[in-house]
């Protein structure tokens, strides 16, 4: 489908929510392990979501705004939580992505976006020219890559438990790794 | 890491409220869409779930305490929801999977397992001689296997809105489409 707002901010919305039932006060026999070598653990992408709420979906679609193709995104951290996570527990990064999210959401919905803003450009370090509905779109679609990925990280802890059905379960051949 | 029961009863006990968080009164563009033929909306993922709950986990775990490898489990109906959900709305599928999915927890909290028990055996159809641990073990997996579908089968949706971004989502490359 297209790109609706009303479509993106009811998914936006709802992503604190769903990782707070999912996450919070679950054994850290689930949230700690990663997948190995440089991957995420589901604390890591808590961590990584606020990131994004602090530097890269709002901030960006800022300077879309204000400076259009002129003036690149910023580069986005993807490990600012290694350093930015140290000493929080689960808990408090759940707490702290659902007011950014809210109070994020809260700006969005201040800019008034009309039909005709969502065609209009700006310049990814990167991927070169894109438009602020890619962007918005984006900001979603990145909330499902990561339940995606918590969803798999926690089921490669079964890997070995669930013994022959590891075949029959699709999480387990997921090769969607990268973020 | 091993099967571990707290840890899977954790997991289990979260996941009604997990699907409710994320797709309760969700705009139907992101829940009634699919992959594509023959596969799963988010929705259908609901009824499939509801079936499991009445088929599939403790209906085999009684029959591998009942009869051991001699009677196999029976099979599964991967597609009975598309009979089951008939008429109803999410929200009442929502609601049915988690007064269903309560009741299983309680009921495998009154076996009141024991340590040996999770080395009993029985036979899977497809699969052969299988462990109650591994029986359980992938109870928990199952859920992880559908949170990880219906996050992917909802990025589907933008998978065209994000424009360039697609590349570097991992949601959109997965290859993790069985069940």
Redesign the interface.
């Known amino acids: 489908?297209?790109?609706?707002l009303?479509?993106t901010i009811?998914?936006l919305e709802?992503t604190p929510?769903?990782l707070?039932?999912?996450l919070r006060d679950?054994?850290e026999?689930?949230t700690s392990?990663n997948e190995g070598e440089n991957t995420f653990s589901a604390f890591d992408v808590v961590g990584h979501l606020i990131h994004g709420e602090r530097t890269d979906w709002m901030p960006r679609t800022k300077r879309l705004l204000e400076s259009g193709e002129s003036v690149p995104f910023d580069k986005f951290d993807r490990l600012a939580q290694e350093r930015d996570s140290i000493g929080k527990t689960l808990p408090q990064l759940l707490d702290e992505f659902a007011r950014l999210r809210a109070e994020n959401i809260a700006a969005l919905r201040a800019l008034n976006l009309k039909a005709d803003d969502f065609s209009r450009r700006g310049r990814?370090q990167m991927?070169?020219v894109?438009?602020l509905?890619?962007l918005i779109?984006?900001w979603?679609?990145?909330d499902?890559?990561h339940?995606?990925?918590i969803?798999?990280v926690?089921?490669h802890?079964?890997r070995?438990?669930?013994?022959?059905?590891t075949?029959?379960?699709?999480?387990?051949?997921?090769?969607?790794?990268?973020?």
């Open positions: 489908m297209e790109h609706n009303e479509h009811a998914l709802r929510a769903t707070n039932a999912l679950l054994p026999a689930w392990p990814h991927l070169g894109v438009t509905s890619q779109a984006t979603a679609a990145h499902l890559t339940l995606h990925q969803s798999r926690m089921a802890q079964y070995d438990a669930v013994g022959p059905w075949k029959f379960l699709g999480v387990m051949q997921c090769n969607g790794h990268s973020e």
